[in-house]
């Protein structure tokens, strides 16, 4: 019911932030209050608690019926649901200032709306479905051009996949003696996750779309979408576990992992632009995230959550830093000297570099992978080091101030400073994100 | 009502093995030309004989509406054909020879572009992996022909996207892909949701593709 109630408001603030685009600020700022406030609220609130309704007694959680569908708030969910609201928050209190479009934060709701609503509605063929159709949607959120079509493009030919998998896993459960089905069916939905979430040699799509579109807009695809299909893709193997079992996954995914991590720690030391680095920097982290699971098991997974979240957090800081130095076209916003250290704060984040945020998993990752394959986390370090390298190639661009443009607020130079500080200052002290 | 929907199912039931036939020029009529016009007509071909052959899988209803969503979707790529200059060529920079509001000439109809060549033999191997590919992995469900349209409408779709240089290009190619997918997932999955949901999912591909093409002309 919880999530419902959630989903219900979100879509209800993206409504009205509609109407109210003509003050962007405002919108901006009450769809992160709202975010904020189901993020924390689905964070806290218990699920297994209930609430009085027109005299019937409901539980926050569990699951319920909508629609003629299932809609299913269970442990996983409640992560996914709070790691959805919050970087929603965190995107549109950093676009309060830096982001220039009307439409960012009731198209940026209404994306939150469907992912959320794919992230608990069951079976997982609708999630899919509804995926889809927030994906679409999220191009709102582009300026035009091929790369927002080539996103799209990937996206759509995923499709498919889980959709004809869930039909083959419906006659395998009438013919449980054709386990050719299940290998088709596994088939289909790891070709289809490899497609939505950018492997070699299904990456093209992730650096075309940040090349030229506003870091913003991008952050919240790669940390949104991007962060949803992670988040389904886990239960896909919470829901078919023997798609984890099968004696080829942990290699494939060890050979898609370490491939998508080397290509996109290759490409990195390219000066290709700004918006580039950051796609291939999401490549090497998507690699890396791919090897964690790969490992299964529960410090895996926790590896992999704890991934998602560092990954989100330099995202995002890597963002908001391009944004404020106009690094990428179409900024229209005044220069700020926290920019370049913002951008770059967020890339070392994403390339595992002590001592931020994104090295605190990507540790736990190569202590994991060493003592079997060492020459391994040498290719995921070098690769990582590639990334550092185009850092140093770019960094003199951003570090000569652009004196035309004027000044930025004091609120733009307080949110760069406060993501750049917890990019940092969670890599010191991590319990706060894995060790709690 | 009733009388549409007999109409079509008499369509079906004589016009499988000419609705492939039209679908094949439909295709062609979207892959080779460039010419903002043609590719519309190609698309509501398509969308029509689509139809057609859905009729064979599911209910008529259910293909009516099917028929309805695409001529919303051939509405508005034919808004965003005309908004964006008439011409995918208007927009590449070694495109032909029609720029962005110049008048329109039936001579121009008989010049050929230089990928003309190219785009020929992506229909015919489109052809031949569908034909070989219904042969040799015959889709389930589907009688033969439906599924010979099923892989023809996604290998033409899949060239379309990838050949495409603009975002109006890249979208005709995956509705095309998606024409074909629901095609066969029609026969698999009857539920009408599922129908629905891929329905809105053509739309919003529509109006991102539109979106995309206009933003990118401003």
Redesign the interface.
Known sequence: MLALIGIGLLLLTAVLTYFLRRWRRVSLLLAAIVCAALGLGIALIPLEGTFSFRGQEMAFGGAVTFL??SVVLGPGAQVGLTFLFLSGAALFLLAWPLESGDLYAPVGSGVLVLLAAALVVRPL??AV??L??AV??S??L?????G???Y??FF??A??GP??A??LLDMYALTPDQTGLLNTASLLIGFSFALMLGLVPFHPWVPALARRESPLSVALIFSAVGGTVWFLLLDYLQTYPWLGRSPYWSSALTALGVGTVVVGGLLGTTRRGWGALLGYAVMVDTGMLVLALGRGGAVGMELERAMMLTRAWGVLTMAAGLSAVGATEGAEHGRSPWGAVAAAAGLLSLAGFPPTVGFVSRWGLYRLLFPEQPLTVLALLLASAGLVVGLLRMLPHILVPDLSRPRASLAVDLLLLLATVGAIGLGVFPQFLIYR | MGTFLEWVERISALAAPPAVVVLVVALGLVLMTRRWLFRLVGMALTYFFVGVLHTQVIRPEVVLVKLLIGAVVCLALGVTGQAAGGSEAANVSNGGDQEKGTRFRWRNLLRWREDVPLRIGALLAALLIAYAGSLRFPLPQVPFLVGLACYLLAVVG?FL?GM????LG??L??LV??NG?DLF?GA??PSL??AG??G??QF??T???A????????
């Not at chain 2, 979106?211 to 401003?218: G, I, N, Q, S, V």
């Open positions: 003629g569908r063929v609708y479905l509804i889809e159709l679409a949607f191009v709102l582009l300026r035009g051009g091929m927002g079509a080539r799209l493009t759509v030919l499709l498919p959709l004809v869930h039909w | 899949l996207a495409a240089e603009t975002p890249a979208g190619g995956l892909f998606l997918f997932f698999l999955e949701v599922v949901l891929l809105l999912i919003l591909v109006f991102a593709a979106y995309l093409t206009l933003a990118r002309a401003e």
